[in-house]
T-cell receptor
Framework: RKEVEQDPGPFNVPEGATVAFNCTYSNSASQSFFWYRQDCRKEPKLLMSVYSSGNEDGRFTAQLNRASQYISLLIRDSKLSDSATYLCVVKGGPDNQGGKLIFGQGTELSVKP | EAQVTQNPRYLITVTGKKLTVTCSQNMNHEYMSWYRQDPGLGLRQIYYSMNVEVTDKGDVPEGYKVSRKEKRNFPLILESPSPNQTSLYFC?????????????FGDGTRLSIL
């Protein structure tokens, strides 16, 4: 079983659609959680951190369920510019894998006009 | 401007010819990593370094070496490259291993080993 698993893609959606990405992780000792965005084989960039209480940044909402070891990202009113690959990322604590970031394989999103 | 710089961006070479991919960061970060990215496998950590002269293996270290003689530089060395090391490579840094601040990535190096 992979340490971080994401929905297989690609997701093809029309502009304005709401799209949800799901992610599960296997290590219950994981401490921090993130969503990164990667455009067309460029470098990944942090989209947002994910907090236990859930957090929102404009059209983006991230949720964490520690009991289920499940992370989600919701994009509302999707734009053409949201087309990218979304990476679910989990970080161990300092005594757990030395704080390593573990990346999911990514889910590709394509937003069409 | 805060950045991670890696060179070269693209390299086509032949099996067995030693090569080095350089990585430099200007943010005084302690923690640096090398990743490779392959279709369907995502980003996998090759080596990481928690500080000067402190390096350790990641998930896929075979065939690679690194060094961390200075805080800003973290070169990746392929002593005898093979075709299965054809991949997209990223260097990354963050403040330290505990930090939840964003991990900064270089632009990537696309290596083709013939």
């Amino acid at each position: 079983r992979k340490e971080v698993e994401q929905d297989p893609g690609p997701f093809n959606v029309p502009e304005g659609a709401t799209v949800a990405f799901n992610c599960t992780y296997s290590n219950s000792a994981s401490q921090s959680f993130f969503w990164y965005r990667q455009d067309c084989r460029k470098e990944p960039k942090l989209l947002m951190s994910v907090y236990s209480s859930g957090n929102e940044d404009g059209r983006f909402t991230a949720q964490l369920n520690r009991a289920s070891q499940y992370i989600s990202l919701l994009i509302r009113d999707s734009k053409l510019s949201d087309s990218a690959t979304y990476l679910c990322v989990v970080k161990g604590g300092p005594d757990n894998q030395g704080g390593k970031l573990i990346f999911g394989q990514g889910t590709e999103l394509s937003v069409k006009p | 401007e805060a950045q991670v710089t890696q060179n070269p961006r693209y390299l086509i070479t032949v099996t067995g010819k030693k090569l080095t991919v350089t990585c430099s960061q200007n943010m005084n970060h302690e923690y640096m990593s090398w990743y490779r990215q392959d279709p369907g496998l995502g980003l996998r950590q090759i080596y990481y370094s928690m500080n000067v002269e402190v390096t350790d293996k990641g998930d896929v270290p075979e065939g690679y070496k690194v060094s961390r003689k200075e805080k800003r530089n973290f070169p990746l060395i392929l002593e005898s490259p093979s075709p299965n090391q054809t991949s997209l490579y990223f260097c990354a840094s963050r403040y330290n291993r505990n930090s939840n601040q964003p991990q900064h990535f270089g632009d990537g190096t696309r290596l083709s080993i013939l």
